[in-house]
């Protein structure tokens, strides 16, 4: 298994510019998740998903949307970016629909600038 | 509101001592909590979790966890630390009901740095 793998390692942007990280598991979880991280904020979840075709907020998802329409891929979309959003971006998925009893398994993150 | 503290934001230790990093939490209804460290330029990996029972939960090399439920703490622990042990942990939380899916909250994280 490739677990959870992320596309583009890194990315640069200019302010205003859109793109969509890639987000994909083959171990077949229910549950997928997208977060940032900045330095001294710890992980901060963006978005997600319980499951195909369900999707919801977490606590930072002003500027970005996501879909779930396969089980197995979860792309993040940054439609207009800002320098706001410069961050590192982990993708994670964990078995069943929530992360009550479950660990998650991470992506090896996506370092984005907007300049 | 769900809340994780790591209120150090640097432990410094040497190889051989123990070592504790601190947790403290807040949460509606019962806790789950978790562990997890970050090596450079890494993802995440699990250490341990704590869901019910036991309140000394053991987890990956060799660390350990004490969920104190009066104290509202979730304390990593290990008994020898290890130059390998250098990395930057997280403590998660989230709450038990359906409230709470999908809802895991992180602490800001703490650099940990065994010195030789």
């Known amino acids: 298994n490739a677990g959870v793998t992320q596309t583009p390692k890194f990315q640069v942007l200019k302010t205003g510019q859109s793109m969509t990280l890639q987000c994909a598991q083959d171990?077949?979880?229910?549950?997928m998740s997208w977060y940032r991280q900045d330095p001294g904020m710890g992980l901060r979840l963006i978005h997600y998903s319980v499951g195909a075709g369900i999707t919801d907020q977490g606590e930072v998802p002003n500027g970005y949307n996501v879909s779930r329409s396969t089980t197995e891929d979860f792309p993040l979309r940054l439609l207009s970016a800002a320098p706001s959003q410069t961050s590192v971006y982990f993708c994670?998925?964990?078995?069943?629909?929530?992360?009550?009893?479950?660990?998650?398994?991470f992506g090896p993150g996506t370092r984005l600038t907007v300049l | 509101a769900q809340s994780v503290a790591q209120p150090e934001d640097q432990v410094n230790v040497a190889e051989g001592n123990p070592l504790t990093v601190k947790c403290t939490y807040s949460?509606?209804?019962?806790?789950?909590l978790f562990w997890y460290v970050q090596y450079p330029n890494r993802g995440l990996q699990f250490l341990l979790k704590y869901i019910t029972g036991d309140n000394l939960v053991k987890g990956s090399y060799g660390f350990e966890a004490e969920f104190n439920k009066s104290q509202t703490s979730f304390h990593l622990k290990k008994p020898s630390a290890l130059v390998s042990d250098s990395a930057l942990y997280f403590c998660a939380v989230t709450g038990e009901g359906s409230s709470n899916t999908g809802k895991l909250i992180f602490g800001q994280g703490t650099t940990l740095q065994v010195k030789p």
């Open positions: 994670a998925s964990s078995i069943g629909q929530g992360v009550g009893h479950n660990e998650q398994f």
């Open positions: 171990m077949n979880h229910e549950y």
């Open positions: 949460v509606s209804g019962n806790p789950y």
